[in-house]
């Protein structure tokens, strides 16, 4: 992948209720916190029942990170959605096989939310989904997010530099 800028950035999971409203928080909280305001940040599910509230366990995970969910409200992903991100992330292949069924042309903006060669110990690229499991599972699945979106602030920051992303993920 190689934009010139990167202005807006799209997460999707099943729900929008747990992992990709994680993550954009996650990511608007890093961006604002360099004073890089200029990225759009938002998520999207693509089963998700729009209108309502991020799960009460990724509201509590991230509120111990510092971010808040608490005026979250669930969305499902839409064309005007992947035409307008300039980066798409999904946290598992079954996100990513879904999004390609739906909208093929999003291919070559299409990510596994993991940077190539990023020095994690997660044996797997894929966020699984821990909305089956208990609170302990969303705050672990919360720090592997918070991992991987440190890992592709500085990328995000260079591209806005007018330098080449390296090449990576999925998709």
């Known amino acids: 992948m ?26 608007h909280e890093q961006l604002s916190n360099l004073d890089r ?23 509590i995970a991230a509120r111990e990170r510092g971010v808040s969910l608490e005026d979250h409200r669930a969305q499902s992903l839409n064309i005007d959605l992947v035409r307008h991100a300039d980066l798409i992330f999904v946290m ?3 996100n990513e096989a879904q999004l390609l069924i739906l909208y093929p042309e999003a291919r070559s903006k299409l990510f596994l939310l993991c940077i190539e060669g990023a020095n994690r110990e997660q044996a797997s690229a894929e966020i699984a989904d821990p909305y089956a499991g208990h609170l302990s599972d969303v705050r672990q699945c919360c720090e592997t997010i918070h991992s991987r979106v440190s890992d592709l602030v500085p990328l995000l920051i260079r591209s806005n530099s007018n330098q080449k992303l390296p090449q990576g993920g999925e998709g």
């Open 92 to 94: 598992d292949h079954v």
């Open 2 to 27: 190689t934009p010139c800028a990167v202005s807006s950035v799209l997460f999707v999971c099943h729900g929008n209720i747990i992992r990709s409203p994680l993550a954009a928080a996650l990511l």
């Open 37 to 59: 305001n200029g990225i759009h940040v938002s998520s999207a599910g693509l089963h998700a029942k729009p209108g309502i509230s991020a799960d009460l366990r990724a509201i």
